[in-house]
């Protein structure tokens, strides 16, 4: 990951890894929700610097489709009054823990973390892991399909939902630096200039 690592890229997946272990036997598997949401449209919530301008159209669609959110973009939602299906974090830096901490009680919200990722399951209705680590001690997880990007998973998570469609909201495609990303207002990394 591109995050500042606390101790080092070892120190952080290791730290949740092992934080993660007891919530790990008890979560919920994704494996039940394999194509549960079969034929269903999918709004896919990035936390590019776009979303401020796109959560009213994400609000007037949430009763219709299946809202899937990376971490960084959940506090947006939440304060527009939009409670996700799921959230997704791949991140396992332990600089990316206040995407998830402070939160209310979100009774309606899955969470689907990696093993290696900060998951706060307390404040979600369930928590489910994917990609299988220390298999001998948690058995066989799913894995998502991540290509760099926790948009990417939240992209393999629609498809592994069955979802038929997919809209791509507030993600960053592009950026008029060449040498950083800039996310949306709210979010924990620097927005783009006004």
Not at 95 to 111: F, Q, Y
């Amino acid at each position: 990951p591109l995050r500042a690592m606390e101790r080092g890229l070892f120190f952080d997946q290791l730290w949740h890894l092992y934080t993660n272990s007891v919530d790990s036997l008890q979560a919920g598997n994704l494996r039940a929700f394999r194509k549960r949401f079969a034929g269903a449209t999918a709004f896919l919530v990035a936390a590019g610097p776009a979303l401020s301008s796109q959560l009213d159209v994400i609000k007037a669609h949430q009763e219709r489709a299946l809202i899937i959110c990376v971490n960084n973009a959940l506090k947006a939602l939440l304060a527009h009054g939009i409670e996700p299906h799921f959230v997704v974090i791949t991140d396992n830096s332990i600089a990316t823990e206040p995407t998830l901490r402070d939160l209310p009680r979100l009774e309606h919200t899955v969470i689907v973390g990696h093993q290696y990722s900060f998951v706060n399951p307390s404040r979600f209705a369930l928590t489910c892991f994917y990609g299988s680590q220390q298999r001998e001690l948690f058995g066989h997880i799913p894995s998502l399909r991540n290509h760099g990007s926790v948009i990417t998973a939240a992209f393999s998570l629609a498809r592994y939902l069955g979802c038929e469609h997919c809209v791509f909201a507030a993600t960053q495609l592009a950026t008029p630096s060449a040498w950083q990303l800039f996310y949306a207002k709210g979010s924990m990394h620097p927005h783009a200039p006004e």
